[in-house]
C-alpha cells in the first residue's frame, strides 16, 4: 500500500476499513457519499489499490458506477498527459 492510501492507524485493518476511511475523506460513510465527491475518494489511493476500492464502492453503491467510471477516466487521462 502506498503513502495515499488512508491506512494510518497502527496494526492490521481490513480492506473494507481501508475502503470506509478513504471514504470518510469526503463523507460520513459509503452510503452517504455523493455523486460529485467519487472523484476525490478514488483519487486518493493509488493505482495498484484502485480497482479494489471502486470494486467495493460498486457493490455497495451501484448507483455510483457512472460516477466511479467517469473517474477512473479522468484519472487515465491525467496519466498520459
Do not use: K
Request: with cysteine; hydrophobic share 50%.
Amino acid at each position: 500500500m502506498s503513502d495515499a492510501t488512508p491506512a494510518m492507524v497502527a496494526g492490521p485493518q481490513s480492506r473494507d476499513q481501508i475502503w470506509a476511511s478513504a471514504v470518510a475523506v469526503a463523507a460520513d460513510s459509503v452510503e452517504q457519499l455523493r455523486r460529485c465527491d467519487v472523484d476525490r475518494v478514488v483519487s486518493l489511493v493509488d493505482a495498484a489499490d484502485r480497482t479494489a476500492l471502486t470494486g467495493w464502492l460498486i457493490a455497495r453503491r451501484p448507483d455510483l458506477a457512472g460516477a466511479v467510471a467517469e473517474a477512473l477516466s479522468a484519472l487515465a487521462q491525467e496519466a498520459t498527459a
